[in-house]
């Protein structure tokens, strides 16, 4: 194509390859862009949640990463850049706010939306890759904490890659769902991640 004519420069998807896949994580969750700071004491959550992460992005141990802490630590940050990683690597994955996924699961129990609540478990429960981004925030019912359980069990029994975030200690994970809080602890499979304490990035200068 000559150089000034219409077009030239745009991106075209290649021929071969097809289009590339839309990315998973929003614009600057990426690893590289990812800052470990060190002017704080609790910094150092920082470097270690970092590798943790990039061995789970290149689908090392651990396969089930939860991140706990308080807002603006990074955990959405970091689990983003790994659902990337992992979609990079060709892996189905699915990245949802919890609320989003209980809401999708209640909607399919209404005679208007395909599908039955069964499938979207399933599909949930299946997939390569799934990050379930701020489990708990949406409060819980007897009924959402059932749904959730049944996924997050199944994908424990089949030692399926998930990652979780959550505002919760593991102690109140624990207290609505101990089966969850247990299988989030076994070292076997997966690590937690403790970033409370780490500064509120959305405050520091
Ligand atoms: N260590 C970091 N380096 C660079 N950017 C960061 C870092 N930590 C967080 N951010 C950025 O700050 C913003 C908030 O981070 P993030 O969404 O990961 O917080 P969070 O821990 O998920 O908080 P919340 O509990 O409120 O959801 C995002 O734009 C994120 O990209
Ligand atoms: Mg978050």
């Not at 077009?7 to 600057?28: D, H, N, Q, T, Y």
């Amino acid at each position: 194509m000559p150089l000034g004519a219409t077009g030239f420069g745009a991106a075209k998807p290649c021929p071969r390859c097809g289009p590339a896949p839309r990315p998973i994580a929003p614009e600057g969750m990426t690893f590289e862009a990812f800052n470990t700071y060190g002017d704080h004491p609790n910094d150092y959550k920082l470097k270690g949640a970092l590798k943790i992460a990039t061995a789970f992005a290149a689908g090392d141990w651990p396969v089930w990463v939860t991140f706990l802490g308080s807002n603006g630590s990074g955990k959405t940050h970091l689990a983003y850049a790994m659902a990337q990683a992992r979609r990079n690597r060709g892996e189905r994955v699915a990245a949802v706010r919890s609320s989003r996924l209980l809401a999708a699961i209640f909607a399919a129990m209404g005679d208007d939306t395909p599908g039955s609540p069964g499938e979207v478990i399933e599909s949930y429960s299946k997939i390569d890759v799934v990050l379930l981004d701020e489990l708990g925030r949406e409060g819980h019912t007897e009924a959402s904490l059932t749904r959730i359980s049944e996924i997050l069990n199944e994908r424990y029994v089949e030692r399926l890659p998930t990652i979780i975030t959550t505002n919760w200690s593991l102690e109140a994970i624990g207290k609505v769902w101990p089966d969850v809080a247990s299988r989030m602890a076994d070292s076997s499979l997966g690590a937690i991640v403790d970033l409370e304490g780490v500064l509120d990035h959305r405050k520091r200068g």
